[in-house]
């Protein structure tokens, strides 16, 4: 079943309970924290335990062994028992920059048709690093209008599936020269932009583009004779 920030990315509260509290973290039976992958980075959150009081999650990851999603606490807390019932409140402000930026660096992509080398984003910005064709030129100022355009033109960002064969059939939807999802599933994530873009992505998004704002192209930088990186960040 998909875990709750892909079923719906935009809840923030939600009432479980503890599976486990040890050196790795806090494991609960359900969480909306989306765990730091793809670029993207780990949700924060603050939890509240049954008397009232409230816990900071500081940070989330996926464990690699179990691929459990653990919740890191901030220093000091206390150790939670297995069983204890909580809330969960998503530090949801950040987390609807990210998607925002997340979404964004998609139409990014679409601006700038070249293969993508390396991503990153934050709450404030976001980068992809591009390798262009012999002799491609970028220019700061049509990227950011193409950008704008693009975001102002509130196109509709749904989720579809896929399978790795069918994926395999369509290399063109792989733009991450340096990443490849793993063909191996039978279900892969497609995030697709009405009559722009479609490729597969883990991250979190928002339902249109005109929910990202206006954004700004920071800068341009050369990072070897083909590779750039474009800079993007939110105006606001």
């Known amino acids: 079943m998909p875990e709750r920030f892909y079923l719906d990315p935009y809840q923030t509260t939600l009432h479980t309970t503890v599976l486990s509290h040890d050196e790795r973290g806090l494991v609960l039976a359900d969480t909306l924290c989306y765990p730091l992958g793809g670029g993207q980075p780990g949700d924060t959150a603050t939890l509240q335990l ?36 909580v809330t969960l409140q998503l530090d949801w402000a950040r987390r609807h920059r990210h998607m925002r930026v997340h979404t ?22 976001g980068r992809l690093d591009f390798d262009l064709p012999e002799g491609m030129e970028l220019d700061r100022d049509h990227i950011e209008r ?31 020269m340096s990443v490849t999802p793993p063909l191996d599933l039978p279900e892969i994530r497609l995030i697709a932009i009405d009559g722009i873009d479609l490729q597969p992505c883990g991250g979190t998004h928002v339902r249109q583009t005109g929910e990202i704002g206006q954004v700004l192209v920071k800068k341009i930088e050369s990072k070897g004779v083909r590779n750039k990186r474009v800079v993007i960040a939110l105006a606001d």
Request: net charge negative; hydrophobic share 40%.
């Open 50 to 85: 049954a008397d009232g009081s409230q816990l900071a999650i500081t940070d989330t990851r996926r464990d690699k062994a179990s691929r459990e999603i653990v919740h890191q606490l901030a220093a000091g807390s206390p150790q939670l028992a297995a069983g204890s019932d």
């Open 104 to 125: 964004c660096l998609h139409l990014l992509s679409c601006v700038i048709r070249a293969g993508v080398t390396g991503g990153n984003l934050t709450a404030d910005s």
């Open 146 to 176: 193409e950008l704008n355009a693009l975001i102002a033109a509130n196109h509709a960002v749904t989720v579809q599936m896929t399978s790795g064969e069918a994926l395999r059939a369509q290399p063109e939807l792989i733009k991450t």
